[in-house]
């Protein structure tokens, strides 16, 4: 967790400014109010981090850029977050770069009756998403 060294300082300082519990930020990102305070726990192991759609969430609903929260100190990054398994060409042509992003991105395209099941998923009780994953083995 290399660009999340102090990202559980730094979500206690944005949400202590914000005035926001940990609940408030649980329900910006879905997920329970455990998981919050796990990601702010000074104990190393008891600390979890977020994923990247909770990062991004919390990002979008306290207007607060990615690079307040993530550690891009090193000067060898230059600014760039390195996150693996996202390569998707190995082209320096930029042509052949986008036709093969645009074909991953067709690969991984949800289905408009998968994009369905996702907002039901979304909008629902913590509880009821506890069971489904219990339906699905999770």
Not at 75 to 93: R, T, V
Request: aromatic share 4%; with cysteine; glycine share 6%.
């Amino acid at each position: 967790m290399r660009y999340l060294q102090t990202f559980n300082r730094r979500l206690r300082q944005i949400r202590e400014a914000g005035h926001l519990s940990r609940e408030d930020v649980a329900r910006m990102c879905g997920v329970d109010e455990a998981r919050v305070s796990s990601w702010e726990a000074s104990d190393t192991r008891r600390r979890s981090y977020p994923g990247v759609a909770e990062l991004l969430d919390v990002c979008i609903h306290t207007e607060t850029p990615l690079e307040s929260l993530v550690d891009l100190e090193d000067s060898a990054d230059n600014g760039q977050l390195e996150l693996p398994g996202l390569a998707f060409s190995n082209s320096d042509d930029l042509g052949v770069a986008l036709a093969e992003l645009e074909k991953e991105l067709s690969r991984v395209q949800l289905s408009e009756e998968e994009l369905e099941l996702l907002r039901r998923f979304r909008k629902t009780s913590g509880e009821n998403r506890r069971m489904i994953l219990q339906i699905l083995g999770r």
